[in-house]
């Protein structure tokens, strides 16, 4: 059975009151299936798996009614449907998760400014300073998911602690749609129980090492020689478990955490001198960046350029545009200039990616009161459209289509 799927549950049912219990995790459940069943609410209570519908592409997201079938995100779609041959497939749509995280992320900050944005569809709140106001934690995370519910129509589930750490496995703990409150006293008993895999860094190969060694959970890791540690993951991994399987965590709620940068690269098997195929490249890695811009809604002050030439030095190469855009025919013209200029000798290039950089947040109120750019927005946003649709590629820039069908449509190189 999925460990994702619900099992476990385990909630604060009564209010606890516990001053130390103040940082908080909320993590929106299952957020990209939810979201779309906003648009789909004859599916609810039905195993849908989101993602596109080819045995060649893998799960984006799932319900917990096809968890419990043991589907997961990142799993072949082939496998999925192995697994829950009844589950419906719906198509991801990047847009609407953008929009309802702004808004659930506009509920937290309502509650406190200190909130600390991990993804799309999770944050660390530190309620301290809310709570003569609001409540002790477990009331403040009880009108919270409510107060997300009403304004989204989204369920979140949240946990409360003395320690981030501690609050994030007591969300994942209280899912879906449930609250636990694990007081500073109680946090060794909450904690020792749990498998060792909940332990922070702890993946797949790390999990067999420590088993292997008779430590099957958080308690026995505490309990365990330092030293035994030490040469099961290394001195600094020691460290950290040791300090996580009692319950330390010192790290505090930082706010303004967001993603500083969205780019793609790509390595080539032969390194390329042909300036016009690099510059087809350029095109191709630019538009993945605009795409990707366009659906987390914000847009990039600075393109950045990345070479890696045949003897593998690498150089780096940026420029900040007159306005922020999240277009990729702005993104690939300054990116090509910045090749151009850099690689003015056609040395062979072994690895070339592109950047945009300075994100700041999207729409209307960003541009000017004349946009330049509006046909080409326009025509990229179309294009967004039909990808939604009927899948990446359905359109792509006449320069990336291969020669042949190029001249079959008339377009030359450029």
Same mark, same amino acid.
């Given at each position: 059975?999925?460990?994702?799927?619900?099992?476990?549950?385990?909630?604060?049912?009564?209010?606890?009151?516990?001053?130390?219990?103040?940082?908080?995790?909320?993590?929106?459940?299952?957020?990209?299936?939810?979201?779309?069943?906003?648009?789909?609410?004859?599916?609810?209570?039905?195993?849908?798996?989101?993602?596109?519908?080819?045995?060649?592409?893998?799960?984006?997201?799932?319900?917990?009614?096809?968890?419990?079938?043991?589907?997961?995100?990142?799993?072949?779609?082939?496998?999925?449907?192995?697994?829950?041959?009844?589950?419906?497939?719906?198509?991801?749509?990047?847009?609407?998760?953008?929009?309802?995280?702004?808004?659930?992320?506009?509920?937290?900050?309502?509650?406190?400014?200190?909130?600390?944005?991990?993804?799309?569809?999770?944050?660390?709140?530190?309620? #301290? @300073? =809310?709570? &003569? $106001?609001?409540?002790? *934690? !477990?009331?403040?995370?009880?009108?919270?998911?409510?107060?997300?519910?009403? +304004?989204?129509?989204?369920?979140?589930?949240?946990?409360?602690?003395?320690?981030?750490?501690?609050?994030?496995?007591?969300?994942?703990?209280?899912?879906?749609?449930?609250?636990?409150?694990?007081?500073?006293?109680?946090?060794?008993?909450?904690?020792?129980?749990?498998?060792?895999?909940?332990?922070?860094?702890?993946?797949?190969?790390?999990?067999?090492?420590?088993?292997?060694?008779?430590?099957?959970?958080?308690?026995?890791?505490?309990?365990?020689?330092?030293?035994?540690?030490?040469?099961?993951?290394?001195? #600094? @991994? =020691?460290? &950290? $478990?040791?300090?996580? *399987? !009692?319950?330390?965590?010192?790290?505090?709620?930082?706010?303004?955490?967001? +993603?500083?940068?969205?780019?793609?690269?790509?390595?080539?098997?032969?390194?390329?001198?042909?300036?016009?195929?690099?510059?087809?490249?350029?095109?191709?890695?630019?538009?993945?960046?605009?795409?990707?811009?366009?659906?987390?809604?914000?847009?990039?002050?600075?393109?950045?350029?990345?070479?890696?030439?045949?003897?593998?030095?690498?150089?780096?190469?940026?420029?900040?545009?007159?306005?922020?855009?999240?277009?990729?025919?702005?993104?690939?013209?300054?990116?090509?200039?910045?090749?151009?200029?850099?690689?003015?000798? =056609?040395?062979?290039?072994?690895?070339?990616?592109?950047?945009?950089?300075?994100?700041?947040?999207?729409?209307?109120?960003?541009?000017?009161?004349?946009?330049?750019?509006?046909?080409?927005?326009?025509?990229?946003?179309?294009?967004?459209?039909?990808?939604?649709?009927?899948?990446?590629?359905?359109?792509?820039?006449?320069?990336?289509?291969?020669?042949?069908?190029?001249?079959?449509?008339?377009?030359?190189?450029?």
């Amino acid at each position: 059975m999925s460990k994702q799927d619900g099992s476990g549950r385990q909630v604060s049912a009564d209010p606890v009151d516990d001053p130390a219990a103040h940082i908080m995790h909320v993590d929106m459940d299952a957020f990209y299936a939810s979201v779309e069943l906003l648009e789909h609410p004859e599916l609810v209570g039905k195993p849908v798996i989101v993602g596109h519908p080819s045995a060649r592409s893998v799960v984006t997201a799932a319900t917990y009614e096809a968890r419990r079938y043991g589907v997961n995100s990142a799993m072949p779609m082939a496998v999925a449907l192995r697994r829950c041959p009844q589950a419906i497939v719906l198509e991801p749509h990047f847009e609407r998760y953008a929009h309802y995280s702004r808004r659930v992320m506009e509920l937290l900050g309502e509650v406190t400014p200190h909130v600390e944005q991990l993804s799309v569809d999770e944050a660390f709140l530190d309620v #301290a @300073g =809310a709570r &003569r $106001l609001l409540g002790d *934690s !477990w009331r403040i995370g009880a009108a919270l998911r409510e107060r997300v519910y009403s +304004e989204t129509g989204l369920r979140c589930s949240a946990g409360a602690a003395a320690t981030k750490f501690v609050a994030k496995l007591a969300s994942s703990r209280a899912k879906p749609d449930g609250l636990l409150v694990v007081p500073e006293a109680g946090t060794l008993d909450f904690l020792h129980p749990l498998p060792v895999s909940a332990l922070w860094g702890v993946g797949g190969k790390s999990e067999e090492v420590l088993v292997r060694l008779g430590l099957r959970t958080i308690g026995d890791v505490a309990h365990a020689p330092v030293d035994m540690l030490r040469h099961a993951v290394g001195e #600094a @991994g =020691a460290q &950290r $478990l040791h300090e996580l *399987s !009692w319950g330390r965590d010192p790290r505090p709620v930082s706010p303004g955490r967001e +993603e500083k940068s969205i780019g793609h690269e790509t390595t080539f098997e032969t390194d390329r001198t042909d300036a016009v195929e690099l510059h087809r490249v350029l095109l191709q890695l630019a538009d993945g960046v605009g795409q990707r811009l366009r659906r987390a809604g914000v847009m990039g002050r600075t393109v950045a350029l990345k070479l890696r030439f045949d003897d593998f030095t690498t150089i780096t190469r940026s420029r900040t545009l007159a306005e922020p855009t999240d277009l990729a025919r702005r993104i690939y013209e300054a990116a090509r200039e910045l090749y151009d200029q850099a690689n003015s000798s =056609a040395r062979p290039v072994r690895l070339v990616g592109v950047r945009a950089e300075q994100l700041v947040g999207g729409g209307s109120s960003t541009l000017g009161l004349w946009d330049d750019d509006e046909d080409w927005r326009e025509a990229e946003q179309t294009v967004d459209a039909i990808a939604e649709r009927f899948g990446a590629g359905a359109v792509r820039p006449a320069a990336l289509l291969k020669p042949a069908v190029r001249r079959r449509f008339g377009h030359g190189d450029d």
